[in-house]
Nanobody
């Protein structure tokens, strides 16, 4: 089993930046694609960004493109999300997720994959 733990969330003013981290531990035999999601009460969970196993291919939601950067350091088993120019509408619980199995792009994460517990991001105006 693989465990994912997010960190780096907090409160920031609009226009500010945060860097989220997701540390993976457990039995990691090979890298798989990973992704960041976010959710606010009363709304569906939204895919924010995804990255392939090697870190060379990424994809972003239209709502965050140009402001967020997803990256990974496989040697450290860590996923990152650099968030710049934050807006109040970015306020949400942010979750990281990892595919349990190797799969083709795009990285389609489902409920049967690995999920972290989330870290709260609050952006004030």
């Amino acid at each position: 089993q693989v465990q994912l733990v997010e960190s780096g969330g907090g409160s920031v003013q609009a226009g500010g930046s945060l860097r989220l981290s997701c540390a993976a531990s457990g039995y990691i035999y090979r890298a798989t694609c990973m992704a960041w999601f976010r959710q606010v009460p009363g709304k569906e969970r939204e895919g924010v960004a995804s990255i392939d196993a090697g870190g060379g291919t990424t994809d972003y939601a239209d709502s965050v493109g140009g402001r967020f950067t997803i990256s990974r350091d496989n040697a450290k088993n860590t996923l990152y999300l650099q968030m710049n120019s934050l807006k109040p509408e970015d306020t949400a619980m942010y979750y990281c997720a990892a595919a349990k199995t190797r799969r083709n792009w795009p990285c389609r994460i489902g409920t049967d994959d690995y999920w972290g517990r989330g870290t709260q991001v609050t952006v004030s105006s």
